[in-house]
């Protein structure tokens, strides 16, 4: 769980939009947990919107979310919260927390993927670490090249292949460090990165396109 402070509050046509002191990973759709600033702001919210500027309310036509563009707010979450307006006010002992846990795959399609009929304790143990690590991996990568995904269903067998065979390779990579790189010597550490397939597989490191 990631738990951001506050920087400002502000509550309009039952929506409120308040704002974090530095940014974050937090996106649209996500719920988030809000606490220490009031009722009705605190509870467990759907983020609506992150906009960038100063909230003025709703349009009684559409219902569109409303914004000045001459006063930015940098770090704001917008969701729906019914009670009174509040006007915008500078806010800090407040908290927006989140948590990012992905479950795409799991610890038995990473061992039929390598092949491993039986395992022991240790390999179990491990390898349920390494799907861990690729879900949440996988996730925030695609995350940060534009995609908006759930958390529980991937979004296609190209995604699911990419994820496991991430976590095949860690998998693969158990005890394989002895040593680390240092400038004693001159010596080069390794570099290791997603494979060309992998990054295929789940669509990174490419253009989006609408």
């Given at each position: 769980?990631?738990?951001?402070?506050?920087?400002?509050?502000?509550?309009?046509?039952?929506?409120?939009?308040?704002?974090?002191?530095e940014?974050?990973?937090?996106?649209?759709?996500?719920?988030?947990?809000?606490?220490?600033?009031?009722?009705?702001?605190?509870?467990?919210?759907?983020?609506?919107?992150?906009?960038?500027?100063?909230?003025?309310?709703?349009?009684?036509?559409?219902?569109?979310?409303?914004?000045?563009?001459?006063?930015?707010?940098?770090?704001?979450?917008?969701?729906?919260?019914?009670?009174?307006?509040?006007?915008?006010?500078?806010?800090?002992?407040?908290?927006?927390?989140y948590?990012?846990?992905?479950?795409?795959?799991?610890?038995?399609?990473?061992?039929?993927?390598?092949?491993?009929?039986?395992?022991?304790?240790?390999?179990?143990?491990?390898?349920?670490?390494?799907?861990?690590?690729?879900?949440?991996?996988?996730?925030?990568?695609?995350?940060?090249?534009?995609?908006?995904?759930?958390?529980?269903?991937?979004?296609?067998?190209?995604?699911?292949?990419?994820?496991i065979?991430?976590g095949?390779?860690?998998y693969?990579?158990?005890?394989?460090?002895?040593?680390?790189?240092?400038?004693?010597?001159?010596?080069?550490?390794?570099?290791?990165?997603?494979?060309?397939?992998?990054?295929?597989?789940?669509?990174?490191?490419?253009?989006?396109?609408?």
């Amino acid at each position: 769980m990631t738990t951001y402070n506050t920087a400002s509050k502000q509550l309009l046509n039952n929506y409120a939009c308040i704002s974090t002191l530095e940014p974050t990973e937090i996106v649209v759709g996500q719920s988030v947990t809000v606490a220490s600033i009031a009722v009705p702001f605190n509870g467990a919210f759907t983020v609506l919107a992150l906009p960038q500027y100063l909230f003025t309310g709703i349009d009684d036509d559409t219902g569109e979310f409303l914004f000045n563009e001459d006063v930015p707010v940098p770090n704001q979450v917008l969701y729906a919260c019914t009670g009174d307006d509040v006007e915008f006010v500078a806010f800090f002992t407040g908290t927006v927390a989140y948590t990012q846990v992905c479950s795409w795959i799991s610890a038995a399609q990473i061992l039929t993927w390598l092949g491993i009929a039986t395992a022991t304790a240790d390999d179990t143990t491990f390898v349920t670490q390494c799907a861990s690590a690729a879900n949440n991996f996988i996730y925030r990568r695609r995350q940060e090249c534009g995609y908006f995904d759930s958390l529980t269903t991937s979004p296609g067998g190209d995604v699911t292949l990419g994820t496991i065979m991430y976590g095949g390779a860690l998998y693969r990579q158990r005890g394989g460090i002895s040593d680390f790189a240092s400038f004693d010597g001159m010596s080069q550490g390794s570099t290791n990165g997603l494979s060309p397939l992998v990054k295929q597989l789940i669509g990174v490191d490419r253009p989006q396109v609408a």
